[in-house]
């Protein structure tokens, strides 16, 4: 069992910068590949990044890359999503989930435990 906490969201201009931190209980961290999903009002919850267990393989959605960096730190159980060059279209509901795998993947499907999420609202 792992319980996520998100934290770190809020309202910035375009071409700021937030940093999102994921919070993870339990002594089982290191064994869980780790992902941020966002999901924007009437659209469906969409994969932003992923990294393994390890943290040594990590993958980017295609309209993110270049911008975000995910990263994790196994010693603070925790997960972040550093968030550069944001744009409106950035707005959503950004949740944390942890996969019973070793390996990056980027289908909601794949993941077993999610945080409850936290709201990153760019303004133009």
């Known amino acids: 069992q792992v319980q996520l906490v998100e934290s770190g969201g809020g309202l910035v201009q375009a071409g700021g910068s937030l940093r999102l931190s994921c919070a993870a209980s339990?002594?089982?961290?290191?064994?869980?590949?780790m992902g941020w999903f966002r999901q924007a009002p009437g659209n469906e919850r969409e994969f932003v990044a992923a990294?393994?267990?390890?943290?040594?393989?990590?993958t980017h959605a295609r309209s993110v890359s270049g911008r975000f960096t995910i990263s994790r730190d196994n010693a603070e159980n925790t997960v972040y999503l550093q968030m550069n060059s944001l744009k409106p279209e950035d707005t959503a509901v950004y949740y944390c989930?942890?996969?019973?795998?070793?390996?990056?993947?980027?289908?909601?499907?794949?993941?077993?435990?999610w945080g409850q999420g936290t709201q990153v609202t760019v303004s133009s």
């Open positions: 990294v393994s267990k390890s943290g040594a393989q990590t």
């Open positions: 989930a942890a996969a019973k795998v070793p390996y990056v993947v980027n289908v909601v499907n794949a993941y077993n435990y």
């Open positions: 339990g002594r089982t961290f290191s064994s869980f590949a």
